[in-house]
């Protein structure tokens, strides 16, 4: 395997052995703590113009399998790992991480020592990073991540262009995809949901044309403020339809409402992130992946409830609106990868669908 250099803009440079694709690569570097789930991180879309780390040492050990993709096309920019297994071990393994990453053209380095890494980014916060060949001039590259700003179109770039249907023959559910996960389509399919699954900038009129008995907002890419259109969309569906919203979701419902996100210094990303329910007092471990928050103090004056929140550091994990049936969550429920416990919150949407189709809740 060909030598290639991991180089972040504050300076750092480490040096590992390449796989997956021998392309060079830019991207914000953020870190996993999942020890398993890789193939479902490397194709979530919401990762699209990251550089993911994964904090567990070995890496592909499984292998890739038909079954556990979470997008067709991944648009993660590149893989940071100690150990990238050659030899994978599983029943439903058909290739190895390097054969995938290679496939789908995404540029992978091995050999680094991932806790340093981590450390690095703990204490600078997520940081512009590029994995290129050993030729590259490491001052031209570090110059260039200073002075270069990062894509802000992710959500565009990972949304579907066509409206298209996955029918059931249960309640009509329209699903914004900003860079929808699998996972949230399967959560759907398998409740018998009729899905019609809408581009990122359909107008509130035509959702609401669409008849639907629910509205689900996907998570995505970026910082939610970049997505305007979606933000006026979301204020104009509020107390005509009910609506869920999932991590991007969740941030673009806080938006409408009057409420404020911020960049955190390093996110949530990993498997085992524990959630307490506010109303039960129940803790959830929940599967993570955001660099955006919703803001305590922006909620007052807002018609908004927190409902759940993270142990780890008090930040928001659910909202509700005081006046309309909506409500969402910072986490993945739909897991994929990680734990279920919180799948519920599907049924629980679907059962305030039901009811809104009774008639039994009203317009705010
Ligand atoms: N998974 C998501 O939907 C992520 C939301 C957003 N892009 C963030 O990083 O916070």
């Known amino acids: 395997m060909l030598k290639k250099q991991l180089i972040l803009e504050d300076g750092t440079i480490?040096?590992?052995?390449?796989?997956?694709?021998?392309?060079?690569?830019?991207?914000?570097?953020?870190?996993?703590?999942?020890?398993?789930?890789?193939?479902?991180?490397?194709?979530?879309?919401?990762?699209?113009?990251?550089?993911?780390?994964?904090?567990?040492?070995?890496?592909?050990?499984?292998?890739?399998?038909?079954?556990?993709?979470?997008?067709?096309?991944?648009?993660?920019?590149?893989?940071?790992?100690?150990e990238a297994a050659d030899y994978p071990v599983n029943w439903r393994s058909e290739m190895s991480i390097d054969e995938y990453l290679k496939k789908k053209n995404i540029p992978g380095i091995a050999g680094i020592d991932t806790r340093k890494l981590t450390r690095i980014i703990r204490s600078f916060g997520t940081l512009k990073g590029a994995i290129c060949s050993m030729e590259e001039d490491a001052e031209a590259v570090i110059k260039k991540l200073k002075a270069e700003a990062l894509p802000n179109d992710q959500v565009q770039q990972v949304s579907i262009r066509q409206a298209y249907p996955s029918p059931g023959r249960g309640h009509h559910i329209v699903l914004v995809d900003f860079g929808a996960k699998h996972g949230i389509l399967r959560e759907l399919n398998k409740r018998n949901c009729d899905v019609t699954v809408v581009p990122y900038n359909t107008t509130a009129e035509t959702i609401l044309a669409m008849?639907?008995?629910?509205?689900?907002?996907?998570?995505?890419?970026?910082?939610?403020?970049?997505?305007?259109?979606?933000?006026?969309?979301?204020?104009?569906?509020?107390?005509?339809?009910?609506?869920?919203?999932?991590?991007?979701?969740?941030?673009?419902?806080?938006?409408?409402?009057?409420?404020?996100?911020?960049?955190?210094?390093?996110?949530?990303?990993?498997?085992?992130?524990?959630?307490?329910?506010?109303?039960?007092?129940?803790?959830?471990?929940?599967?993570?992946?955001?660099?955006?928050?919703?803001?305590?103090?922006?909620?007052?004056?807002?018609?908004?409830?927190?409902?759940?929140?993270?142990?780890?550091?008090?930040?928001?994990?659910?909202?509700?609106?005081?006046?309309?049936?909506?409500?969402?969550?910072?986490?993945?429920?739909?897991?994929s990868p990680g734990p279920e416990d919180t799948n519920y919150l599907f049924d629980e949407f679907l059962k305030t669908v039901a009811k809104w189709k009774e008639g039994a809740l009203h317009h705010a």
């Open 211 to 335: 008849r639907p008995d629910g509205v689900m907002l996907s998570n995505g890419p970026g910082d939610p403020k970049d997505v305007k259109e979606a933000i006026v969309m979301v204020q104009q569906l509020i107390g005509n339809t009910p609506f869920f919203g999932i991590c991007l979701g969740h941030q673009l419902f806080a938006l409408a409402c009057g409420a404020d996100t911020y960049k955190m210094k390093f996110g949530h990303r990993g498997s085992n992130h524990p959630v307490r329910d506010l109303k039960t007092g129940k803790v959830a471990l929940t599967s993570q992946n955001h660099g955006y928050a919703v803001s305590d103090e922006s909620l007052v004056n807002t018609p908004l409830i927190v409902t759940q929140r993270a142990l780890n550091d008090g930040t928001i994990e659910g909202l509700e609106h005081k006046n309309a049936p909506a409500f969402t969550v910072q986490y993945h429920p739909e897991a």
């Open 14 to 82: 480490m040096v590992g052995k390449g796989f997956g694709s021998e392309d060079a690569t830019v991207g914000e570097v953020v870190f996993n703590t999942g020890m398993t789930g890789y193939q479902e991180t490397i194709t979530d879309p919401s990762y699209c113009g990251q550089i993911v780390t994964f904090t567990y040492p070995l890496i592909g050990n499984y292998g890739v399998n038909r079954d556990d993709f979470e997008s067709v096309n991944p648009v993660i920019k590149g893989v940071v790992v100690k």
